[in-house]
């Protein structure tokens, strides 16, 4: 799946969708550091970074420039990647069977959560009072959370506008979000014990709308 944004474009990659071939091809095109480290994860992890790797070359390379495979990543002290030969940013992320790349003329950045099932185990040794203790603070440190979050949230901006002079920019989400909507679909499917929780977190947005604008 591939999305316009500001200055770039986002990409999101089904992990089953590369076979054993794809994949053992896109190894050989990771740094050496890289590939020293693959050596010690599972399957799994192992075939997150290297599609999210390639994903991103794919990306950056681009018709009549240099093939992905040459490219060479660098890291901040943050950790934050970057392409030191390309005038672009980019931003890697992955989680479950997905991974996800945006490049942009502009610092952009991407991030991808898997729903995990909260484990029935976890809340069924709780007694009643001790359940509702959990809930309520449970419920304050969402509360805070938000709060302080956004204060946090407004002062970084006001900074960076007033005193590096960005000026902030607000797509419309609407096409992402209609974009993913078959993925939340197949997710439920996969999952049916997780539709209260997804339920839920629909709930929260529409009682917490973005208040960005």
Known sequence: MKLEIPG??????RLDAVDDAQ?????????PEKRARIGRQD???RRQTVCADALARLMLAGPGTTAPQALRFARSASGRP????LPLSFSLSHSGGYAACAVSARPVGVDLEEIRPLRPALLGILSEEERAIFDEGFELVNQVQREEWQTA?????DRAANEQGVQFLYPDTKPFQ???APMHDEM???????????DAIQAYNAQYPSTES
């Open 8 to 13: 770039g474009k986002l990409c999101l990659l």
């Open 23 to 31: 994949l053992a091809r896109w190894e050989t095109w990771l740094d």
């Open 43 to 45: 399957a799994q992890h």
């Open 82 to 85: 970057s392409c030191p030969v």
């Open 153 to 157: 949230v407004e002062a970084a901006k």
């Open 178 to 180: 209609e974009a993913c």
């Open 188 to 198: 439920l499917q996969k999952y049916p014990d997780l539709a209260p929780i997804y």
